[in-house]
């Protein structure tokens, strides 16, 4: 079973284990049919691992408790608390302003001004990440581009604005009056003409 943590607070494996783990990661990155036999190791190693992160958990949280208890009893368990501060940083704590004040009253011995040094760094980074997740802009849908408006050809209609179709025209009336005098009638302006009398008729009359 792979212990919790290695030399640098890391999870360690077995030889044996670290082959099994080597022919997983092969297999994902090539599948291919795998004997029952290096399944059920698969299986197993899974098993352990995921057991090995569970007791991480629970070994992280009483050296967490006793840092809380340690530094509570501060300043006659200074040895016992910068021992167990160093191994709270080797497995990922941040050190809290409590650790910072309590360094800062300790400064004196070597460790705690070795340690204050590396809680600060570690507290500036940690702030200036929060800082960049907080000032980073939301990024807002762009607005659509305007729409490319028709301009008239040359000669055409001037852009006075929206086109209206244009009002029917209403049949002028037969008698418009011009000038104000009525417009004359057909037998007006082409009055019929006088038709000539016969012969016979010229004579008489003469």
Request: proline share 14%; with cysteine; hydrophobic share 40%.
């Amino acid at each position: 079973m792979p212990t919790p943590y290695g030399s640098r607070g890391g999870m360690a494996f077995s030889a044996d284990e670290l082959r099994v783990l080597r022919r997983a990661l092969a297999l994902a990155l090539h599948p291919a049919p795998l004997p029952s036999d290096e399944v059920r190791e698969c299986l197993r190693l899974a098993e352990s691992v995921d057991e090995a992160i569970r007791e991480a958990g629970r070994l992280r949280a009483f050296l967490l408790a006793d840092l809380a208890r340690y530094r509570a009893a501060l300043p006659g368990s200074a040895t016992g608390y910068l021992e167990l501060l160093q191994d709270a940083l080797a497995a990922g704590y941040r050190p809290q302003p409590d650790d910072l004040a309590a360094l800062r009253n300790l400064r004196k011995l070597p460790l705690a001004a070795a340690l204050l040094g590396r809680c600060q760094g570690i507290a500036e980074r940690s702030v200036r990440a929060r800082l960049a997740r907080t000032s980073t802009p939301s990024v807002t849908p762009a607005a659509p581009a305007p729409r490319t408006r028709l301009t008239a050809l040359p000669g055409g209609r001037a852009d006075t604005g929206p086109v209206r179709p244009a009002a029917p025209k209403e049949p002028a009336p037969a008698d418009t009056p011009s000038r104000g005098r009525p417009m004359p009638t057909p037998s007006e302006a082409f009055p019929p003409r006088k038709r000539p009398a016969p012969p016979g008729e010229r004579r008489e009359a003469s």
